[in-house]
Nanobody
Framework: QVQLVESGGGLVQAGGSLRLSCAAS????????MAWFRQAPGKEREFVAA????????YSADSVKGRFTISRDNAKNTVYLQLNSLKPEDTAVYFC?????????????????WGQGTQVTVSS
């Protein structure tokens, strides 16, 4: 069982930056591929970025490539999402997720554990 707690969300102006963190419980954090998803009001949850167990493999949605960076620190049981050049359309609740699978999937159904989410609001 893994418990995930996100933090770092907030209100920021367009063009600004935020750094989201997701702290995981348990001693096997390094065995889980991790990902960030987001969900805007009235929209489905969408993939943002994923990272492999060692941090050597990362994947990002086309909509955030070049702006968002996923990383992890297995010694701290934490995964991060650096959000730069934020746009109003990035406004959403951001969730981190852990998978018991082998690779950093891009589909939400492949993830077994979810955090409660952190709100990111970008004003124009």
């Amino acid at each position: 069982q893994v418990q995930l707690v996100e933090s770092g969300g907030g209100l920021v102006q367009a063009g600004g930056s935020l750094r989201l963190s997701c702290a995981a419980s348990g001693r096997t954090f390094s065995s889980y591929p991790m990902a960030w998803f987001r969900q805007a009001p009235g929209k489905e949850r969408e993939f943002v970025a994923a990272i492999g167990r060692s941090g050597g493999s990362t994947y990002s949605a086309d909509s955030v490539k070049g702006r968002f960076t996923i990383s992890r620190d297995n010694a701290k049981n934490t995964v991060y999402l650096q959000l730069n050049s934020l746009k109003p359309e990035d406004t959403a609740v951001y969730f981190c997720a852990a998978s018991t699978g082998l690779i950093p999937y891009t589909m939400a159904r492949e993830y077994d554990y979810w955090g409660q989410g952190t709100q990111v609001t970008v004003s124009s």
